[in-house]
């Protein structure tokens, strides 16, 4: 398999397949969510639909989440007078419709009471005006209180980039990898990278991002394309981010050159369940040093 | 300037050791990568669950090393979301995997917990085993009841003493700078231990560090006051 097939066929195996269960469940989870906004702000009609990576195409099994975009009109203040009191007021809505609600930096996280994660943000805002384009959020954290942003200026930005696949790939190795850097300024700077380019296939423009995290971190500045000069997004990738990158860059890039691409990502075979149960429960019987786990319950 | 009984931390008093470290993550795994946080070094990222040169699994796991690494055992997390905090499935409420009863780390690795040993030994035998429950299965090797009836069952099997109070004399008598052979052997035969169960006591009290030994008799200790 060449290393252009073996990382084509990785993207596939990523892929949430639309009769999968994971695809279900999330658009099920997502319904519910949607009838209990609709419900709770009746009287405010939200602007409801897809943000994030669902709407930009660059979902990935291994870690995917839906954001719930929950848009209130420029000129209604029955949700809250204030960015701030939407957000609370919706966080409050959801909890009182059963949710456990995590608060993040713009979002709201939703798990059920037995802590289980339903992999869905709800982003509430509100439309800076009339032709609902902009839209104003409540920032939790952070010099601002509130930032002034653009969802469909984001997915464009993304989608139309003709690099969803590389990011998929570079989510796939954040996550493998344990690299802590947001989806966001990922995104923005896998672009930035692959900007004129001359590099092709999906191996030598992968190899293009991990050479240049690896030589060149330091010569790329990332903007809000929604919003330019008015979010600064330097914070989100910071001497320490860019670290990160420089070192996991420079791993993979060493461990390619000696192994392959199939050694960083993994596996991609398809296996049975029943041929991964017997597998696993050899693998078991063949440790040399079996142990039992245990519970300290002191 | 250094304060008089500090100890540094391994990586601080042997810069090469982090250097061999990295690079034996860089050779064996390279989703894993060191790097210090919060005067620890934490070894973050992906760990594959192989078998005969098929990836079956993979976990994403944080593994923070001791002061003394490799002397003593590491702390593992796994952060993916994935394994439940919760007793049954053996997580500790700090997040922390409970791999075994700390005696049988001891025991089977003596006291040699490089990285290599700790990821291949305790926690890939853990992963396998949490990959076969979340399939519905069992733990291949069985699992320890929690907390002192695990410690009790552990030195059942690796001594032939485990009820209660006979394993709260053990722990009593291998808490003991010197274990004499003359001795009554704590199994309540009547014999002294030198007649008796001299081998695995002496083997104990040779690997297992006080502390150690100190925490399971205090934990025993307490679960027969709470049943006296």
Known sequence: MTPNDYLAALLKSQDLKSDGEELKALQSARADVEEALRADFSDCTPSIRYGGSKAK?????????????????????SAG?????????VRSSLEEDGYVVTQRTTALRLRDKEGGDFHIDVVPGRFTDATKTDTYLHQ??????????????HIDHVAKSGHTDI????????????????????ELLIIEVLKGSKAQGLDGRLTRVFSEFRDNIHDYAIEDPANPTGNDLSDLLN??????????????????????????FGAVEATSESHKVAALAAAAVHAPTPTRPWFDAA | MVRRGVKLPWFIREPDGLEALRSTLRAKYPTLH??????????????????????????LIEVALPDDYPASPASVREVGGRIPCMADRHVNPDGTLCLAVPEEMWIKWKGKFDIGSFLEGPVRTFLIGNSLIEHGKEWPHGERSHGAAGVCE????????????????????????????????????????????REPIFEMHAKLPPDVIKYSLNLVLKEIGNHS
């Open chain 1, 57 to 77: 195409g660059t979902m990935i099994l291994d870690d995917y989440d839906l954001d719930v975009i929950c848009y209130f009109p420029h000129d209604d203040t």
């Open chain 1, 81 to 89: 007078a204030t960015l701030e009191d939407i957000y609370k007021n």
């Open chain 1, 140 to 153: 939790n954290g952070g010099s601002k209180k509130f930032l002034k942003t653009n969802i469909q200026t």
């Open chain 1, 167 to 186: 990011i998929r790939l570079m989510k796939i190795w954040r996550r493998r990898n344990g690299i802590s850097i947001k989806t966001f300024p990922m």
């Open chain 1, 239 to 264: 001497d320490g981010v860019r670290a990160s990158l420089t070192a996991g860059a420079t791993s993979t890039l060493q461990t390619v050159e000696a192994s392959g691409w199939d050694v960083v």
């Open chain 2, 34 to 59: 060191a790097d210090e946080a919060n005067g620890r070094i934490v070894v973050l990222g992906s760990l594959p669950i192989s078998h005969q040169g098929t990836e079956l699994d993979w976990y």
């Open chain 2, 154 to 197: 552990f030195y059942r099997d690796a001594v032939g003493i485990g009820e209660p109070n006979q394993v709260l004399q053990l722990l009593g008598c291998l808490a003991k700078e010197r274990i004499k052979g003359h001795w009554v052997c704590p199994c309540g035969s009547g014999r002294i231990i030198r007649n008796c169960h």
